[in-house]
């Protein structure tokens, strides 16, 4: 009655014993190390690793271990005085061609490595690191995407042979095609619907000229701003593989927010420079047709606009953006061949440098500018330089937009895919520009409108106040089910740790990322899962005051108590689910370790304690005395 067959005992061994192995990895904790990854025209191999031994040894530097894999080369030190040592060493060494970033890697040993047991990741609360959210410029995409129907609408009209005059994008949003006659803008609104249905047409005058005005439909412009964020998120994800973070969290929020998280980052002020900055490039010809002084004095031409260069010295550039950064694959640092100064070395797409190879073809001997955009956010200030305070003594920051010429060469001669960035102040400027433009220009700019730091010392301290509770738990739960039910709390307490050790396994197997919220729930779990074997204790010790046998009154308890277990348990699930389905970021955590636990609970608190029970009694014919506490059978 009360023995398993051989079968059952084989499955709960072949669900403990891996439970165990991939409960090993979060034993061990982290090594504090250095990341180097290649950038595209670069790579990591056997040379770039004797290049950093050596390095290292020069410096009497002592690591830990060097491992070399696809992502780049990890080396480990004891302590993170040596880590950043190490990591300015190796970057002296390496050169611009190379990112090195500090890092922490998990101390597990080589074999439990051999079989993908990992530890759990564990998220920026635990293990400290960077927490930005970001706020994406939405009506700045809608501008670009017009300004691209800008070109759209003027091939599309020389290829149909409709005679127009100017196509322009007006300040106040939408499109505006001027024309001599009205049959050709009668034309020309038929031709545009065919092609591009996603623009609205509306026919008025302008004195005595006929005039198309278009703009986007609703339906557009909200895949223009899902595109923008997408491409936003792709963007930022590539600059955070640049700086070689483990595990990074970068999602969208809302409508034209995104949060990135980057846990195990302790070189914060970088990562800020690289996430923060929303660089981008813009190609322009220089207008050279129209009076600079006339600009100056604030007659500009329509279709110019006045720029500033790197001296702060004004140029006029015309309004059409040849290509921009959206179009760049490839960018890397290095130097001039004849200046020996520094430059960005740019590499262009198919599309880019069939634009490039035509527009410098045409336009030999006449200038060709390079600006660079950026938005940053400042401490406004008052008419005295005193920073402006909000009503709860704040201060207010406002967004600047800040454009520079960097370059304005004249085209020698006809270019096509490649070509260099000249007039970099620095090898570091040129590094950081090439940095931000091989990871991927931004749809729109994005301003930080708030940031989090968590430091190492404090995920450490969230980490052991976490664990404490949990044991804390555990430890009370234990004394009370052993001093309460005696040999049978002691089963419950053994079911209740492999409970424990095979949620932890499941969180590692499936690589989740693990945060407050989340302990918090494997410390409700400990709670929840010792339900199962109080029911179960309290229904055999029921059946024994109602004069069954120990035989009958534990397969009763065990039977009959399984319903009432089976629909709590589901219940909750229902709920975790629900967390889970509608949740967001710390909730859905929670919801996902409470769902597991539920799992692990109920295989632990029925099968396994029923399994150590039968091992226990189901051997014997007669007994003579069952331990559950306070109620005997004899």
Request: glycine share 8%.
């Amino acid at each position: 009655m009360n023995r398993y067959p051989l079968w059952k005992y084989l499955l709960i061994l072949a669900v403990i014993v891996p439970g165990v192995v991939y409960f090993l990895p979060n034993l061990y904790g982290e090594d504090p190390a250095i990341q180097i990854s290649a950038t595209r025209i670069t790579k990591v191999d056997a040379v770039t690793q004797s290049q950093v031994e050596q390095a290292l040894k020069q410096a009497s530097i002592e690591l830990r271990s060097l491992q070399r894999d696809e992502k780049g080369l990890k080396v480990r030190f004891r302590d993170t005085d040596t880590q950043i040592k190490a990591r300015d060493t190796v970057q002296r060494a390496l050169g611009d061609g190379y990112t090195v970033a500090l890092n922490l890697l998990p101390a597990t040993p080589s074999w439990l490595g051999w079989i993908n047991a990992n530890p759990m990741y564990l998220g920026l609360d635990l293990r400290g690191g960077v927490h930005f959210l970001m706020q994406v410029d939405m009506p700045a995409a809608l501008k670009k995407a017009e300004e691209r129907y800008v070109d759209d609408l003027r091939s599309t009209m020389r290829e149909k042979k409709v005679r127009y005059l100017t196509v322009n994008r007006l300040d106040r949003g939408g499109l505006e095609i001027r024309f001599r006659e009205v049959a050709e803008r009668d034309k020309a609104r038929e031709v545009i619907r065919r092609t591009l249905p996603e623009l609205l047409l509306t026919d008025a005058l302008k004195g005595s000229e006929p005039i198309l005005q278009v703009r986007l439909t609703d339906q557009a412009m909200t895949e223009q701003r899902k595109s923008a964020l997408e491409q936003n998120i792709l963007a930022l994800r590539n600059r955070v593989n640049e700086l070689g973070v483990a595990e990074p969290v970068i999602q969208r929020q809302g409508e034209d927010r995104i949060v990135v998280q980057l846990p195990g980052v302790q070189d914060t002020a970088k990562a800020k420079e690289i996430i923060g900055r929303t660089a981008t490039l813009e190609i322009m010809m220089v207008d050279e047709e129209h009076s600079l002084d006339a600009a100056r004095t604030g007659v500009i031409p329509p279709g110019s606009k006045l720029y500033k260069d790197r001296r702060g010295r004004p140029i006029l550039l015309k309004k059409q953006v040849i290509y921009s950064g959206d179009n760049i694959v490839d960018a890397a640092a290095g130097f001039d061949s004849q200046s020996n100064g520094p430059v960005a070395h740019i590499t262009l797409d198919a599309r880019g440098a069939s634009i490039n190879q035509r527009v410098t073809g045409e336009n030999v001997g006449k200038r060709m500018a390079v600006v660079y955009i950026e938005i940053k956010s400042e401490v406004q200030r008052d008419a005295r330089g005193e920073p402006v305070l909000d009503a709860e003594g704040r201060q207010v920051r406002q967004r600047v937009r800040v454009e520079e010429v960097i370059t304005a060469p004249v085209i020698r001669e006809q270019i096509g895919k490649r070509f260099q960035i000249t007039g970099l102040d620095s090898v570091e400027e040129a590094r950081d520009l090439a940095l931000l433009l091989r990871a991927g220009a931004l749809a729109a700019p994005v301003e930080i409108i708030e940031e989090r730091t968590v430091g190492p010392s404090l995920g450490a301290e969230n980490i052991e106040r976490g664990f404490h509770s949990t044991w804390i738990g555990f430890a009370a739960i234990s004394v009370f089910m052993v001093i309460y039910y005696l040999l049978f709390g002691v089963t419950a307490v053994i079911a209740l740790g492999v409970n424990v050790v095979l949620l932890v396994a499941l969180l590692s197997l499936l690589q989740a990322t693990l945060t407050l919220p989340g302990m918090a729930a494997i410390a409700l779990t400990v709670g929840m899962a010792i339900d199962a074997n109080v029911l179960i204790n309290e229904r055999i010790r029921e059946e024994l005051r109602n004069g069954n046998t120990p035989h009958a009154s534990i397969h009763a308890g065990y039977e009959r108590a399984f319903g009432t277990i089976f629909d709590s348990n589901i219940t909750t699930l229902i709920g975790g689910i629900a967390l889970f389905a509608f949740g967001s970021g710390p909730v859905r955590g929670f919801a996902v370790v409470l769902c597991l636990g539920i799992i692990t609970s109920m295989f632990s608190g029925v099968m396994v304690s029923r399994a150590l029970v039968n091992l226990i009694y189901g051997g014997r014919h007669k007994i003579e005395r069952l331990a559950i506490g306070n109620t005997q059978w004899k």
